[in-house]
């Protein structure tokens, strides 16, 4: 495997002693949460890599749960969230919308209309202008149960649209996280900017410094201005630039990721921008590569071979079986 320019801490250190203790020690799931289930062959990773609650593998690819456990539950739900975290994700993603009240919650579109039900003036329409009040109205689970009715529960009807401030009070520095600022550039009259609202929210959670020391907090945008912005409230914080798949091509990856080096410690690209092209340029700038969305099996081998840093998946027991078999292939 390649050497690591920017070697990131391995699991964090609190996330292996919830391994070690026990998740009840964590409350999870808590009362009125859903008993989510871990699908054949989803066994919950143990402990981490090769490492030990004491000495954690930093080498190891990091298993990164893309909206929470999504392929299992109502995405960025905190039965989404508890599951990944029973399956030993490395990382949690919480996507950022901001409400029109300024408050930051874990929701992927820009709109509402895909996953959110309830009543259609506080649940359709642009997350931007609907005020937290309003979104509490808003069930985001009964929808996984209409489009996954071989994934359905009854328990993910009614469940809500968490805040950071939320997911943070939850699961705090007890396991890492991957947010991701989106629209950050699509603000209202009178809404701060998202960036701002991030870094203090990771500095009254106590997240800030391990960010920096330890990698704790990966944050993502496809958004340069808002990497930039978060750049300039704080030059330490570890950033992680996304790539769609039409954002390079073989003749323009070098300018490309020259440009991310420049203030980015990593690069989150379409998995299909990913080979071994693409790895040597990263290497050779010191990026760390996280590719996404990728759940079929087969494409996780083919990124791990190559040898990626992490993968964003929304099966993440899937992927942290294909991470044990590689390393355990590699090493053996
Ligand atoms: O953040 C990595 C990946 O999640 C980007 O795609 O649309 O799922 O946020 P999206
Ligand atoms: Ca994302």
Known sequence: ????????????????????????????????????????????????????????????????????????APEHTLAAYDLAVRMG?????????????????AFHDATLDRTARGPSAHCTG???????????????????????????????????????EELFQRYGASVRWYPET????????????????????????DLRDPAVERGQVLIQSFSPASL??????????????LLRASDATPETVDAVLDAVAEYAMGVGPNRALVN??????????????????????????RLLSLGVDGIFSDFPDVLGARVRAWAEGKDG
């Open 228 to 241: 930039q912005r978060l750049r300039e409230l704080d030059p330490e914080l570890p950033l992680v630039q």
């Open 1 to 72: 495997m390649p050497s690591r320019p920017h070697p990131l801490p391995g699991a964090a250190l609190g996330l292996v002693l919830l391994l070690a203790l026990g998740l009840p020690a964590l409350g999870l799931p808590a009362p009125g949460l859903p008993q989510v289930r871990v699908m054949e062959g989803g066994s919950t990773r143990g402990p981490l890599m090769s490492g030990t609650p004491e000495t954690p593998d930093p080498a190891g690819p990091q298993v990164i749960a893309h909206r929470g456990a999504s392929g299992h």
């Open 276 to 301: 071994g092209a693409f790895m040597e340029a990263a290497r050779a700038r010191g990026l760390v590569v996280h590719p996404w969305t990728v759940n079929d099996p087969a494409e996780m081998d």
């Open 126 to 164: 642009p997350i931007r202008e609907r005020t937290l009040a309003e979104l509490r109205d808003c069930d985001v689970g009964s929808w996984f149960n209409e489009r996954f009715p071989d994934r359905a529960d009854p328990a993910f009807v009614g469940l809500g649209i968490p805040t950071l």
């Open 89 to 105: 994700a490395d990382f949690l993603e919480p996507d950022l919308q901001m409400t029109a009240d300024g408050v930051l919650v």
């Open 182 to 205: 989106k629209n950050p550039d699509e603000r209202l009259p009178g809404q701060p900017p998202m960036e701002e609202v991030l870094l203090d929210l990771l500095h009254a959670h």
